[in-house]
Antibody, heavy 116, light 110 residues
Framework: EVQLVESGGGLVQPGGSLRLSCAAS????????MHWVRQATGKGLEWVSA???????YYPGSVKGRFTISRENAKNSLYLQMNSLRAGDTAVYYC??????????WGQGTLVTVSS | QSALTQPASVSGSPGQSITISCTGT?????????VSWYQQHPGKAPKLMIY???NRPSGVPDRFSGSKSGNTASLTISGLQAEDEADYYC??????????FGGGTKLTVL
């Protein structure tokens, strides 16, 4: 069974940093693009970052320069390093397996709260 | 990159058909056949329902179908069932090598 399990969420002060992890199982992790998508409470989905099989990375303007996506194929793991966090970054963060820019499956999500 | 435009809400009675639109630009929806649709029930992770405009993953009922015309993609659900009540999101690849989502549509089954 394909499974993605996020961890690392929590409460952080504005300006602080947090590192999210996503443990993958049930598929050949190194063969797939991987993504992070977030959702603020009561709001829609927002794509946050992607990493290709060759390690190429992509970000929207809202997080570029603050967030860094990485992967460790030997550990079947995906990461998101988030720096200079703002209140607007508060959301549930999902990792998702990607293929041609569609996402399947998604993890259960981890909540990040940026507040003083 | 602006979000794709979806209606905030749609509704239908059991057995009826509904269509949710997703409007973008020639730099996203209109430029690529990489439009996908997701269903999200409250408190749950999104689930892929349609990929590459009109393809259904295994396990998704054939009541769900997708199409595209110009800069607008559509998700049609026929034979509405109570369990179809959920939020639906479209997404598209963009010319900037990014992905953009729609604002989401709340489907109510009356």
């Amino acid at each position: 069974e394909v499974q993605l399990v996020e961890s690392g969420g929590g409460l952080v002060q504005p300006g602080g940093s947090l590192r999210l992890s996503c443990a993958a199982s049930g598929f050949t992790f190194s063969s797939y693009d991987m993504h992070w998508v977030r959702q603020a409470t009561g709001k829609g989905l927002e794509w946050v970052s992607a990493i290709g099989t060759a390690g190429d990375t992509y970000y929207p303007g809202s997080v570029k320069g603050r967030f860094t996506i990485s992967r460790e194929n030997a550990k079947n793991s995906l990461y998101l390093q988030m720096n200079s966090l703002r209140a607007g970054d508060t959301a549930v963060y999902y990792c998702a397996r990607g293929w041609n820019s569609w996402f399947d499956p998604w993890g259960q999500g981890t909540l990040v709260t940026v507040s003083s | 990159q602006s979000a794709l435009t979806q209606p905030a809400s749609v509704s239908g009675s059991p057995g009826q058909s509904i269509t949710i639109s997703c409007t973008g630009t020639s730099s996203d929806v209109g430029g690529y056949n990489y439009v996908s649709w997701y269903q999200q029930h409250p408190g749950k992770a999104p689930k892929l329902m349609i990929y590459e405009v009109s393809n259904r993953p295994s396990g998704v009922p054939d009541r769900f179908s997708g199409s595209k015309s110009g800069n607008t993609a559509s998700l049609t659900i026929s034979g509405l069932q109570a369990e179809d009540e959920a939020d639906y999101y479209c997404s598209s690849y963009t010319s900037s090598s990014t992905v953009v989502f729609g604002g989401g549509t709340k489907l109510t089954v009356l």
